[in-house]
């Protein structure tokens, strides 16, 4: 730890067993820690002030079973922007299940992996599985919601306290995506929530105060993974590609619990959210299976999305596959006529891409700058990015940042200019990490020339482990 560090709560060092999530830059921290006045590299712009957390998979106890990436505990990561000056802080998200494992002190819950059931007691509490809040971190009618698209959001503080899991002034208790959508018009949080069992998929609209509105069934028939979706100022629309659960076999052990079916359709589905899902249209589409979406817009008859398209589904349950070793995704855009009914598809960008982002003040209309991670060098496996993309829609061009090889990062955050006029007038925000000296910064890049490298490096008392999504919350 760097000098002026407080650990407010750490455990002892524990022998992982062999698993490629539980080990290098997967490998998770043990202790909770904060930090003020952060060494920095370069200047933090004073327009900066702000939150920026982002959220991750980090196992507090060894794992029962197989262990897959997405089965590690929560935890958020935040630092502090004020007056060009930095703090930051960690803290696991007190999940039930995970306070459950503290008091018995040990893990309680089976994984994706290896889909078993707990002990009745545990089923009867918390339910057959651990919601590990890990996915996503967003700030909604004044509340830090962290998500994990199996269950409901459990509310934390600004200050990463964990408040608890919240019913959003609803009595709906089913599951709620990690990556729903905010309108910057009326305000309302559009999500979904899909489910191995009917009602596969609702349609969920929060309105602007916070309260969940809306649950309608999307009408898909069939128990399939959809991670995330595409929302316009007009239209939604969701992707029913073929990623199957298969609960029964995986409880068996004879399948497992999601698995791959490109002989069966894949599809788009679109309805207008002024009607919702009872009228929604489909168009079928090749195979293909899309984690993130980065922006969509409707212009008259045509409804546009733009998203990193994978060949197939990048995730891996079978215990002698590996998750790191996939065809990575490139950028794609999918046009959709909705007065001829024709589909068109077309690349954006060689290369792959993933971890898509814009400025969350244009989402659901035309943008011209988006930002991604990409692996440019070709030994680098999924999502541990070594350059990060900035798009511009307007020439097609591409500008990228590269990090030293030992360096990775993870997802990159629009944090806007308040003052500023231009739709790149910010800054984008990133976990650096080094693999050979297992230090992490955060880096602050000028979103009008990321190619010029970061404007400031934020020096954080300890390493972040790869993780998933993240916000920047400005004051």
Known sequence: MTPGTTSVFSLP???????????????????ELEAGDLPVEGRIPEALSGVYMRNGFNQQYPPLGNYHLFDGDGMLHAVYLDGGRASYRNRWILTEGLLEERRRERALYYGLAELRFPDPDLVRSTGPFKNAANTHIVRHAGRYLALWEGGMPTEVTRDLATVGLSDLGSDY?????????VDPDTGEMLAFGYQPFPPHVRYLVVDASGVLTTVKDVG??????????AVTSEHVLVFDAPAIFDIPGALAGTAPVLDWKPDEICRVGIFPRSGGPSSIRWFEIEPSFV???MNAWTDGDVVTVDCSRFPDLPLRFHPEDS?????????HRYTFDLGTGTVGLEKLAEGPSDFCRVDDRRAGKRTRYGYWGTMLDPD???????????????TGSVTRFRLKPTEWTGEPVFAPDPSGAAEDDGWI????????EGTTHLHVLDARDIAAGPVARVALPGRVPFGAHGSWLPD
Do not use: C, Q
Request: glycine share 2%; net charge negative; hydrophobic share 45%.
């Open 429 to 436: 925000l990133s976990y650096v990490s080094d693999m050979a």
């Open 291 to 293: 984690f993130h979406h």
């Open 380 to 394: 680098r496996s999924f999502a541990v990015f070594d350059a990060i993309v900035k798009y511009d829609d307007s």
């Open 173 to 181: 208790l089913g599951p709620f995506t990690a990556h729903p959508k």
């Open 13 to 31: 060092p524990v022998e992982w067993p062999d698993n490629e999530f539980l080990k290098g830059l997967f490998e998770p921290v043990r202790a």
């Open 220 to 229: 898909i028939e069939r128990p399939v993974m959809m991670h995330d979706f």
């Open 323 to 331: 998750l790191l070793e996939v065809d990575p995704a490139e950028m």
